[in-house]
């Protein structure tokens, strides 16, 4: 089988995440924060560890400010929720997720104005007329780090600068970015970046979090109260940071798993594995390109997308080329609209979507000629 | 080491839950819900045999109630807060978890107003004052279905039987109950059932969710909105269920292990596990019951709770006494509050809290009895 659909979740896991889960599946008991046993404090280390790694890869001066929640979609609607309130201006570019626009729309209904940032067919935000809407006042910027389906990067660092002008709070949704690009979150004045464990930090499902400032934890309403192992004598929510947003039990199998997964990101080397997957990525458009029926959507120029490529083919059904691709090839890829319909209208593909092929270190050069080769297999058979 | 904090999370977790989670990890990529692909439909077929696993054992005619969630406690704020409005009248017990509680308290704050039922020194809710509060009306009953601190489980079908009366909601907080004793969340009128994934149902932290009634389900808002997999064209959360109260990628790996872990309860005998563990609560009774300084709390009668037994001793601090059990002896117990300051209240113990020892199918006499000679030696010595 051939695995083409990392930006969904990658696969395989690094044998170092599968062996850590393992062992402490079998040889730890207790959750984090919970108790002063031998293991329960062996556990809470190893998750604050996994904390102080993920602040380090993302530039953040304060483990604290690390937040783990359940995915980056709850970090998302925590985030959204916990602070917007009728009346409040949200800016965001027309390429987001439905993990923003879902609750946005929500939140629209009840007298949350949203205002839509243009990008282009290329799926890049017009820095200019955000800047004219930045002065005009809001309460929160939110901009998704890269596409997931086009892998078009945003300028996140200049974005920044004109929410921090213009004194507006920065939300990046940054599932699809970290893991691939350097993030700097404190340079870049981000307020909350959400991030996902099990894609580009190769640990598994049920991780995830949000990075915040000091300035929105102390702003945020928690979307979740109740059992922190701290101040169990109060009735109300704690007030400090991570508790104030971690409640009930943690994953912390899982977390310390994350923890082996962003182990193997930096010991094989991000940059090493963005350059393999841009690499994939130039190779298999090189393939496609001579194909006429094949319409590309986003960048070409991988340098500024991830490790995602998106195309259609024209005048056909994209489920039943990914289904004999699938059922004839053995190869998964993924096709419709990916949870993104705004960036599907924004890139032109809308409403069939695309097939969208995305790459992880473990795939290499012979998969994707493979992959070429079905696909043109399968057009000439029309 | 000998782990008696199985209330907290059980451990160790069987093998076929271990293993399971294993084969998972290395075996098959992608999400459950996401995609079309071989992989994608095995993953999203055992995701829902989990699904009728719960609602079989749970008493559920319908699988698609059963929501999965990062844990017991997201499962309560769900509800809670996707339900409570300024204004609404709450009834809950005097022996709430912080995960009821602190939530609420924070409502209070927004006009909702809580009516505290109390219970007796041993953890029982007064029926009689619970009736009487009904009849003034109410939008929800909330009573923790077995108490985290003593073991007390709660009357939940003739608390079930008020609520239906009345016409009011009802939420079962049901972490400490699910997988100890059959509950029948139909046949109860319960309209939402928390539980969590990672203690009587012996899977993996991450996994837990509600289980909620038609009607309760058509009244909530949900509190993540986002990525479903469903109605991908569409900027608005999907109403129907599960997807409605499910967004983001969800533990698909841990769901799949949950759902070994209901297979070791079920090939078990819930009935039996439940019968050790009172067993084991009998047995410990007997060991410390002649020593003068122990003081326990909750019911004596071990048919009447879960295999939980707190207690302590008269003028020793707890935390001394559960760090010489784990460093000198090997023992973990769990010392303090619980996470339930108002339980404690109610039981007599606040504010030191107790020193609570929690059983699983896993543990054995000869653990028992080498905890309490244990406990001894350290009371001799002072």
Chains 1, 2 share one sequence.
Not at 38 to 49: C, T
Not at 62 to 81: C, E, H, S
Request: net charge negative; charged share 20%; proline share 4%.
């Amino acid at each position: 089988m051939i695995y083409l659909d990392n930006a969904a979740t990658t696969y395989p896991k690094p044998e170092k995440v599968i062996e850590t889960i393992n062992f402490h599946l079998r040889n730890l008991g207790g959750s984090t924060g919970r108790g002063q046993s031998q293991w329960a404090i062996e556990i809470s280390r190893k998750v604050y560890d996994v904390r102080t790694k993920v602040a380090q890869l993302l530039g953040v001066n304060d483990p604290l400010r690390v937040i783990f929640t359940y995915n980056a979609t709850y970090a998302i609607n925590m985030v959204l929720k916990g602070l917007l309130k009728p009346g409040d201006r949200v800016i965001l570019s027309s390429m987001e997720h439905n993990a923003v626009v879902r609750p946005l729309r929500n939140l629209e209904k009840r007298g949350v104005e949203l205002v839509f940032i243009p990008c282009n067919a290329e799926g890049v935000i017009n820095l200019d007329t955000l800047r004219n809407q930045a002065r005009q006042g809001a309460k929160l910027i939110t901009v998704l780090g890269a596409s997931n389906v086009s892998g078009t990067i945003q300028p996140i660092a200049e974005i920044g600068k004109i929410s921090y002008d213009n004194d507006i709070l920065f939300l990046v949704d940054g599932a699809q970015l970290a893991g691939f690009e350097p993030v700097e979150i404190d340079n870049w004045h981000i307020d909350a970046f959400a991030f996902t464990g099990h894609k580009g930090f190769y640990g598994p499902q049920g991780t995830g979090g949000v990075v915040l400032s000091s300035r929105l934890a102390s702003l945020l309403e928690p979307l979740i109260e109740g059992g922190t192992g701290s101040k169990s004598e109060e009735e109300y929510q704690p007030v400090f940071l991570p508790d104030k947003f971690e409640s009930g039990t943690l994953n912390s199998t899982g977390i310390i798993g994350l923890g082996a997964g962003i182990d193997f990101l930096l010991e094989n080397g991000m940059d090493t594995i963005a350059s393999h997957e841009r690499m994939l990525r130039d190779y298999l458009i090189e393939n496609l390109e001579m194909e006429k029926s094949i319409n590309m959507f986003g960048l070409l120029d991988s340098q500024k997308t991830t490790g995602i490529l998106s195309f259609n083919v024209k005048n056909q059904d994209i489920s039943t080329i990914t289904n004999i691709l699938d059922r004839v090839y053995g190869i998964m890829v993924r096709g419709g609209l990916h949870c993104s319909p705004l960036a599907h209208k924004t890139l032109g593909s809308f409403p069939y979507g695309t097939i969208r092929c995305s790459f992880s270190h473990f795939n290499t050069q012979d998969e994707l000629l493979y992959f070429s080769q079905s696909l043109k297999e399968i057009l000439r058979r029309g």
